[in-house]
C-alpha cells in the first residue's frame, strides 16, 4: 500500500529486491526474534519513505517561494495559507523540543539533519556520528519526548 505510485516508476518487486540486497549485505541485519516476512516489509517499508521523502526534498529544491505561480509545496492542498492556529502551535511544538534538547548537541545535530531531509547515514557523515551513537541518541530522544508527551497530557 505505501508503495503505490512510487517516484521514478518504482515497483513493489524493485523495493522486495533492494530490501533482500540490504538484508544480504548486511546493511539491515535480521534479527532472529523477528519473523522473516514481518522484518522485510518493515524494511520495505523504511525503502519506501526513503523514496517519498527524496522526492518531497527535490521538490521542494525545485520550486521557489518567491514564484507568485507557486503559493503552495508540493504537498500541501490548493494554494490556501496554513491556518494561523496551526503555524501557531506547530511552532510552539517546535520550540519545546529545542527547549527540551537544548542541553544535548547531538539530539539537536539530528534535529537539524531531519529537518534538512536527510537520512539517517547522511546525517551520521555530515556530523561525524558513528551509528551507534546516532541509534542510541534517536532512542534517547524518543523516550524523552515520550515522557514529555506524557507531561503535556496531564
Same mark, same amino acid.
Request: a positive charge.
Given at each position: 500500500m505505501w508503495g503505490r505510485n512510487l517516484p521514478g516508476g518504482l515497483g513493489w518487486n524493485d523495493i522486495l529486491h533492494?530490501?533482500?540486497?540490504?538484508v544480504?549485505? $548486511?546493511? #539491515?541485519? &535480521?534479527p532472529a526474534d523477528v519473523p522473516i516476512l514481518a522484518f522485510l516489509s518493515g524494511v520495505m517499508r523504511s525503502i519506501c519513505n526513503d523514496y517519498w521523502r527524496r522526492a518531497r526534498l527535490e521538490q521542494r529544491?525545485?520550486?521557489?517561494?518567491?514564484?507568485?505561480? *507557486? !503559493?503552495? &509545496?508540493? $504537498?500541501?492542498? $490548493?494554494?490556501?495559507?496554513p491556518d494561523p492556529e496551526r503555524v501557531l502551535?506547530?511552532? *510552539?511544538?517546535l520550540a519545546?523540543?529545542? !527547549?527540551l534538547f537544548e542541553d544535548d548537541p547531538l539530539a539537536l545535530k539530528i534535529i537539524a539533519g531531519l529537518a534538512d531531509g536527510l537520512a539517517a547515514r547522511e546525517i551520521c557523515k555530515v556530523n561525524g556520528i558513528s551509528e551507534l551513537d546516532y541509534d542510541t541518541t534517536? !532512542?534517547?530522544? #524518543? !523516550?524523552?519526548l515520550l515522557r514529555d508527551q506524557r507531561n503535556w497530557s496531564k
Open positions: 533492494e530490501a533482500i540486497a540490504r544480504l549485505d $548486511g546493511s #539491515r541485519p &535480521w529544491l525545485l520550486v521557489s517561494r518567491d514564484d507568485p505561480d *507557486q !503559493r503552495s &509545496w508540493p $504537498g500541501e492542498e $490548493g494554494d490556501e495559507v502551535a506547530a511552532a *510552539q511544538t519545546n523540543v529545542y !527547549r534517536r !532512542r534517547r530522544m #524518543r !523516550r524523552a
